[in-house]
Nanobody
Framework: VQLQACGGGLVQAGGSMRLSCAAS????????MGWYRQAPGKQREMVAT???????NYADSVQDRFTISRDDAKNTVYLQMNSLKPEDTAVYYC????????WGKGTQVTVSS
């Protein structure tokens, strides 16, 4: 599986942004897909995950602001981010876990105050 994330950029605090991650290969529909982020000087952390059955899990810091979804017909996972805060600034990575974890290249999200 190869992953390609896109949709990052610069947004003002309180704004919204949607990230997408397209996956190659046929194993996407059986994978747990996830979004992670890494801010400067910090460890990579889980933002949100979604199982093949659609069950979701969110970090407390993004609960009720971010929404993860998937479109298996398009092999794509999305992260809708609303009410963005400066502390959401990070490089965001998508991942696919099908027993083996694969990572995409990150996309920078910068939230200005």
């Amino acid at each position: 599986v190869q992953l390609q994330a896109c949709g990052g950029g610069l947004v003002q605090a309180g704004g919204s942004m949607r990230l997408s991650c397209a996956a190659s290969g046929t194993i996407f529909s059986r994978s747990v897909m996830g979004w992670y982020r890494q801010a400067p000087g910090k460890q990579r952390e889980m933002v949100a995950t979604i199982t093949s059955g659609g069950s979701t899990n969110y970090a407390d810091s993004v609960q009720d602001r971010f929404t993860i979804s998937r479109d298996d017909a398009k092999n794509t996972v999305y992260l809708q981010m609303n009410s963005l805060k400066p502390e959401d600034t990070a490089v965001y990575y998508c991942s696919a876990n099908y027993g083996i974890v694969r990572w995409g290249k990150g996309t920078q999200v910068t939230v200005s105050s």
